[in-house]
Each structure stands twice: as C-alpha cells, then as structure tokens.
C-alpha cells in the first residue's frame, strides 16, 4: 500500500528547501505526502504571515504538480498544533495504512522533547530527513528507540502501519524562512530561494515587505 507521508512546518513562507526535500522523500518511499502548514506551534514563536496568508502561499507554490499536496487540518484545529493528535486523526481516517511523519535529522534529535513522543510510534513510521553521511547524538531513551526500530529498506516500510525509523538521504538546500523574511522586508527579491509561483502576484509576499 502507498504510504502517506506527513511534512509540517510554519512555512513561513514556504521555500525550495522545504519543497525540494519533501520532493525527495516522496520518491524515495514512493508515498503521497502532504504539506502540512501548523496553526500555533508549541516550539517555536508564532508565524510572521496569518495562516490565509501562508495557505495562498503553499497553493501557488503547489500548483503544476500532483505529487506534493496540501493538507490544512491543523488550521482548522484551536489550539497548539500537536504531532500527536494530528497522526491520531490520520489514523483513524487512513485504516491500516502506512503513516510517515517526515522531520529534519535535528528535530528528530529533540524528538524526547515532544508532546506524548513515544505515542507516535504507535501510529506512524518516521522518516529521518538526513544530508548523506550527516550524524547526530541522540539522547539514550531515544536512540535506543532508534536501535530497535531502524530500517534501511523502505519496503519493510510500506508493508506496515507504523512503528519504524527510517534515515532518507536528501539534498539539503542550505535555506533560511528567517533570511528570506529579512531580504523581503530590505526590498530585495530572493528570487532562486522561492517557487517561481510565489512571485507570480505581488500580493503573496507582501506580508514580509518593509
């Protein structure tokens, strides 16, 4: 069965790097992933675009292509947008399919620190997005998780709901929202940092000008 694949994120605003590794990902485990924009997220400050305006954003980004779609849910939700219930939705909506959160290899490393973390085995894979040959420390309640769940074939993956942890090596495209969001309120245009979409209607991109 295709597995589909969770990536979220602020996306504020979304850029090539986000896009590139979702890209990626979706073909090295042959899954639908879906583009997962959060409302209020626990860990970080709340996002500089309103959620209308990052949703137009994703949508131009998005557009000429089927293999990266979007999935607004966590908008629709009040409240902290947790990991953990969004997969329990999913679940409950997907049956006996092959769920995959897709997270950075330095998120991963903070996985302990998450919202009811050892729950999400339960529900889902994870797929590791790593640079080739990139490293972490892992915290020891974690890595043991890993050790005990890692796999190297995707196919193991695909024939499971969930439960496993699996390294996906993509191209890192070294792209900071923070930069972008600094550029755009300087007047510049990080013209090759964004999908051409994005710059399609001037209003898009309007909530970071200066």
Same mark, same amino acid.
Not at 107 to 131: P, T
């Given at each position: 069965?295709?597995? #589909? ?100 290899? *330095? ?12 729950? #999400? ?30 796999? *190297? *074939? ?57």
């Amino acid at each position: 069965m295709q597995p #589909l694949a969770i990536f979220g994120g602020t996306f504020d605003p979304v850029h090539l790097g986000h896009l590139s590794v979702a890209w990626e990902a979706s073909e090295l485990l042959d899954a639908e992933v879906r583009l997962m924009p959060a409302s209020v997220p626990p860990h970080r400050p709340p996002p500089s675009a309103s959620a209308a305006q990052r949703v137009a954003m994703l949508h131009a980004a998005l557009q000429g292509q089927s293999r990266l779609t979007l999935d607004l849910r966590e908008l629709e939700r009040s409240g902290p947008s947790y990991t953990i219930d969004t997969l329990i939705e999913l679940r409950a909506e997907q049956g006996d399919r092959p769920l995959v959160l897709l997270i950075g290899a *330095d998120a991963f490393a903070g996985l302990s620190s998450w919202h009811r973390w050892i729950e #999400l085995f339960d529900i889902a894979h994870i797929g590791v997005l790593n640079r080739p040959g990139m490293s972490v420390e892992l915290q020891v309640e974690l890595a043991i998780q890993k050790a005990v769940r890692h796999i *190297d *074939d995707a196919a193991v993956l695909r024939a499971l709901p969930a439960g496993k942890i699996i390294d996906l090596a993509v191209t890192p495209l070294e792209i900071s929202a923070t930069r972008i969001r600094e550029l755009l309120a300087a007047g510049r245009d990080p013209r090759y940092l964004l999908p051409s979409g994005l710059f399609d209607d001037p209003a898009l991109l309007q909530p970071y000008r200066g």
